[in-house]
């Protein structure tokens, strides 16, 4: 092993990693806002109850999706100079318009709305997430214009053996970006969804055995206490009260009505299926782009060969669904595949003598890993429609379905990550720049390993950190709150509550 391939490793794990918190972010934002436009439209309390629990578990995302986000800056000019040097004029404009527009939306919004719950008056406060999550989907849409210049390179010359921008408005409405942006924001929204999805599970299933263990403690006390003859009256007694009030008594710190969490797990799911939509016809988008601008992913992603007219596509090895790729990446089903070996020989007499060939293995793999566990949690959401429509309890079966589901579309997303980047290989600019050539020329393995070591490490206390900061959140629940008051802000003095003083009424709403 060498400098390079310790290279591509370092930046595979960290980017992988860093990507767990992205789709998150990107997603979790707008569901927060839509909830607290809920609130702000009905008034209803769980919709601030589920606001602000959300918006917790949006926060500790966000801060590990920056933390983890700043190592990629170092990687370009520690271990990829020469490829910096290469894009740099090209992603230069791209990435300052990330850092300096939707970066400081993102971050200066999401401040104001953390610390502006009892200072901003309300209409201006839900104003303030929502320009945070437009500013987290403005961020992805710049990166992913720039990613998708390395994967169909416009609006540039080369000039001295670097990459210059030529047309900015090329560089930015790419059609491989304008497919590529759809398809990762909607999958964004998959993950979320999946996420709200397995919380709101283990709450409702949390909140159902609540129930059972208090309604079963008084129900013993009562019999303790009753006289002999009048045992199984006084036992039915608690939990005719209990099944009156849905199976548990008012909310209390750490529980809350299981229709609140009913409330979440519908909005989920309506989410994900619309997201899962869009992602399949997104994704039908790019594979056009990808048979006409990367052949040779499309041909790894299918293990086809040679050039075949009418290509079957197979969803398992030795199984073949006649001219089906050829349908879906051309929309013809006669239409004309190219082959990896038939592009080995057409690179070859193109660029030169060499390998062109990218990790088949993988990129074959990763390409059903996506659709299986991507439509698998569509599904899911579908099927949780249905069983909980028209006011429906939802079934404890599926709440723990739900929960258990939680990491099928992050997989899906990492895997449709590596099938984009793997796919590329052995480019890092498709016909341009191979990755070879992009590595940094004095830094030695000995540095690579030691900076990978490091990074591990780090990733390695940081993922606890978040999985444990997560889990006590969930387990907790959300924290009982005073509804807001007043026309203009939200905590002015309630008169219809007898004048309660305006500080003692805030105090129990914050959040941070």
């Known amino acids: 092993m060498d400098a390079l391939d310790l290279a591509r490793w370092q930046f595979g794990v960290t980017t992988v990693y860093h990507f767990l918190f992205v789709p998150l972010t990107i997603g979790l934002g707008i569901f927060v806002a839509g909830l607290q436009t809920a609130w702000h439209r009905t008034g209803k309390e769980h919709y601030l109850r589920l606001t602000k629990f959300f918006g917790k578990l949006f926060l500790i995302n966000f801060a590990m999706g920056v933390v983890t986000g700043i190592v990629q800056e170092f990687q370009f000019g520690m271990n990829w100079s020469a490829y910096s040097t290469f894009v740099g004029d090209v992603f230069g404009a791209p990435l300052a318009l990330e850092a300096l527009l939707a970066f400081f939306l993102e971050s200066t919004f999401l401040g104001l709305w953390i610390f502006g719950w009892d200072r901003l008056p309300r209409r201006i406060h839900l104003a303030t997430i929502w320009a ?13 214009a720039a990613n998708a210049w390395m994967k169909h390179p416009v609006g540039y010359e080369v000039v001295n053996g670097r990459a210059r921008m030529t047309d900015l408005w090329a560089v930015l409405t790419n059609p491989t970006a304008l497919a590529q942006v ?6 964004s929204f998959v993950v979320a969804g999946g996420f709200v999805i397995a919380v709101s599970g283990y709450r409702i299933l949390h909140e159902r055995r609540t129930a059972a263990a208090e309604t079963d403690t008084v129900a013993e006390l009562v019999t303790s206490a009753a006289p002999a003859g009048r045992d199984t009256a006084a036992a039915a007694a608690p939990r005719r009260w209990a099944a009156g009030r849905g199976g548990a008594g008012r909310p209390k710190a750490g529980t809350a009505d299981p229709g609140m969490w009913r409330s979440s797990l519908r909005a989920a799911l309506v989410m994900t299926a619309i997201a899962g ?21 499309l ?19 030795g199984v073949e669904v006649p001219k089906l790729l050829s349908l879906l990446s051309a929309h013809d089903p006669g239409a004309t595949v190219q082959g990896m070996q038939d592009i080995q020989q057409r690179y ?11 990790n088949v293995p993988v990129v074959y793999w990763s390409f059903r890993v996506m659709i299986v566990f991507g439509l698998t949690t569509v599904a899911l959401s579908l099927l949780g429609l249905w069983l909980t429509r028209r006011r429906r309890p939802t079934p404890g079966w599926f709440a723990r379905a739900g929960v258990l589901a939680l990491p099928l579309p992050l997989m899906a997303v990492i895997a449709g990550w590596l099938l984009s980047e793997i796919g590329r290989q052995p480019w890092t600019v498709q016909g341009e720049l191979l990755t070879a050539a992009s590595v940094s020329p004095g830094v030695s393995l000995g540095e690579v390993a030691t900076s990978l070591a490091i990074f591990t490490a780090v990733y390695g206390v940081l993922a606890i950190a978040e ?3 997560l889990v006590r959140h ?20 309630d008169a219809a509550a007898g004048g309660t003083d305006r500080n003692a009424r805030l105090q129990p709403t914050l959040m941070y």
């Open 277 to 297: 939509a869009v992602v399949a016809g997104s994704g039908d988008v790019s594979a056009r782009y990808m048979h006409e601008q990367q052949p040779m992913k």
């Open 299 to 317: 041909a790894a992603a299918e293990g086809l060969r040679h050039d075949t007219a009418g290509a079957p596509f197979s969803p398992l090895p």
């Open 132 to 144: 945070a999550a437009i500013g987290s989907n403005l961020s992805a849409y710049f990166i992913l």
């Open 182 to 187: 759809p398809h990762v924001v909607a999958a």
């Open 467 to 469: 999985v444990r900061l």
């Open 474 to 493: 969930v387990k907790a629940g959300p924290d009982p709150v005073a509804v807001p008051s007043g026309p203009g802000r939200p905590g002015d003095t």
């Open 348 to 358: 070859q007499a193109e660029f030169g003598p060499g390998d062109y060939l990218p």
